[in-house]
């Protein structure tokens, strides 16, 4: 029941993707160039940092990270309960602009932090691939994973009430640090000192 209203969520436009940016209801293609109109107030046709209004909250440390297994457009397979290091899980959308905003600052961190933090990009976009790929072909993310989750597994672990951009902490045991739902300007020092801060005392 939480995987279908969670499909509803991303393909009908409901209310509910308060910070999403928001689904439409129309085609991914139409709702990706929609969505990048107006984010936070900002004119029409210029993402900024304005719509990253996420905060950070502990109120599920210690919650498991949910056994999904994730493939790529290349068919590569991740299982997420067996990483075994520090990730950075995020669920996005093509279509969703905090999430488009916050692309090149995941991309940033993902470079600074390699060797202490994975980070995960994963999208729910319906289209899997055939949104994604594109997506990654006209911005530049070299840092960045492509995982698919077309059909919302990973999601709907979270519940069906759950909002886009979603991005979640995991220490090396795979244990929920702390969460963000919403955007979040991960190119900042609270950021930073948050991601850096919270594993360390997973490992006192």
Same mark, same amino acid.
């Given at each position: 029941?939480? %995987? ?69 457009? %290349? ?25 488009? @905003? ?20 994963? +999208? ?7 949104? @994604? ?29 759950? @909002? ?10 795979? %244990? ?11 190119? +900042? ?16």
């Amino acid at each position: 029941m939480l %995987k279908g209203s969670f499909r509803f969520l991303l393909a009908a436009g409901s209310a509910a993707c308060l910070l999403a940016g928001c689904d439409t209801g129309e085609p991914e293609a139409t709702q990706a160039a929609a969505g990048e109109l107006v984010i936070g107030g900002a004119d029409a046709g210029t993402p900024s940092t304005a719509s990253l209004t996420g905060v950070i909250n502990r109120h599920l440390a210690g919650e498991p990270i949910p056994e999904i297994t994730l493939t790529d457009p %290349k068919g590569n397979r991740l299982a997420l309960a067996e990483v075994g290091e520090p990730v950075l899980l995020n669920l996005w959308a093509t279509w969703c602009a905090p999430c488009v @905003v916050e692309m090149p600052l995941l991309d940033e961190l993902a470079a600074d932090m390699a060797g202490e933090l994975q980070v995960v990009t994963v +999208s729910e976009d319906l289209q899997g691939a055939v949104a @994604v790929v594109p997506f990654f072909e006209e911005r530049d993310l070299p840092n960045l994973p492509q995982w698919l989750d077309p059909n919302n597994a990973l999601a709907a672990s979270y519940g069906g009430g759950a @909002v886009l951009p979603l991005t979640v902490l995991y220490d090396a045991q795979g %244990k929920e640090v702390w969460r963000v739902m919403g955007g979040y300007d991960w190119a +900042s020092e609270d950021a930073r000192a948050a991601i850096e801060e919270g594993l360390a005392e997973r490992t006192e």
